[in-house]
């Protein structure tokens, strides 16, 4: 099944983990994917490491997937960072011969101290065109969009203008970074239309639980904004340790109460946009993903 078929009908609806790094978290994560197939989501997608370096258990996780007893489909995640052409075309094979055929093309994060992806492939631009050259059709490729524009490029323009190419090269559908500025999603939105994008666009949603973790996620790597009300949410929480830096949970709770709702007016407002698709990034938990979609109704929506 495609789905950009799918996203023709109905907004797609999916989730987001990555692979464990033991055979305890795994164990756990198998007991997480059980909660949320409750959901019904159309795709769980699975991170992937640099060069690879997670593959085995990348390539687990989707067979689990593949495997459940539901009609959910993984996607796997799959990066140029340090990754040759005979060895993305050795390890594509293996993901057909497991019966994956799904994945999102990034040119993936740099390690610490490069400055270029080490591998025959320097933009995802150019690891969709292999793919497709040798592949051609078998796998449909998602390809990421940054409403706010990639930290590397000069401006939203260009970035646009690279999110162009990739639709030329044959991407599917767009799968988005995080972003809790609506304002500048809906700008975004609007934009690549304008500029000739006709691909579905799949909207990746990061919860609001956890004070340092919005910070972190915010600025380390993706240079997103922090719009007003989020910072507010976030003023009002600052201070969530007592004098002697012992925690004060009652802090953390009130904090992620105040940023859940936030989250389920994002996806309100994402829904009422007419996005194709809802991507949550789940964490490798359920409590979160669950409280989130039971007040925003979305097991509703999807059913």
Aim: aromatic share 10%; glycine share 8%.
């Amino acid at each position: 099944m495609k789905l950009t078929d799918i996203m023709k009908k109905r907004t797609m609806f999916s989730f987001e983990v990555f692979p464990p790094k033991t055979d305890e978290a795994m164990v756990k994560l198998g007991k997480t994917l059980e909660h949320l197939y409750e959901f019904k989501p159309d795709y769980i997608s699975c991170t992937y490491g640099a060069g690879g370096s997670n593959v085995g258990r990348n390539l687990e996780v989707c067979k689990k997937i593949k495997e459940a007893d539901n009609d959910t489909i993984p996607v796997t995640h799959f990066t140029c960072v340090g990754n040759t052409k005979e060895g993305v075309k050795e390890q594509l094979q293996n993901y057909l011969d497991n019966g994956i055929n799904h994945m999102l093309a990034l040119r993936g994060d740099l390690p610490y101290g490069w400055t270029g992806t080490n591998g025959d492939f320097a933009y995802a631009t150019d690891l969709l065109a292999y793919v497709r050259k040798e592949f051609g059709d078998q796998f449909e490729i998602a390809v990421s969009g940054s409403p706010e524009g990639h930290i590397t490029c000069g401006t939203l323009e260009a970035d646009i203008a690279h999110l162009k190419q990739k639709q030329d090269e044959g991407a599917d559908y767009i799968m988005t970074q995080l972003t809790y500025d609506m304002e500048q999603f809906k700008y975004w939105f609007d934009t690549i239309r304008k500029a000739g994008i006709t691909l579905p666009v799949d909207v990746g949603v990061m919860p609001v639980v956890n004070k340092d973790s919005v910070i972190n996620m915010c600025l380390s790597r993706n240079g997103s904004a922090i719009p007003r009300k989020l910072a507010e949410i976030i003023s009002h929480h600052w201070f969530d340790k007592d004098p002697d830096g012992n925690p004060l949970p009652e802090v953390k709770e009130a904090f992620r109460e105040e940023g859940i709702n936030y989250t389920v007016n994002q996806l309100h407002e994402y829904m009422a946009i007419g996005v194709d698709g809802i991507h949550l990034y789940a964490m490798n938990t359920w409590k979160n993903s669950t409280e989130i979609l039971n007040r925003a109704g979305i097991r509703t929506l999807v059913n």
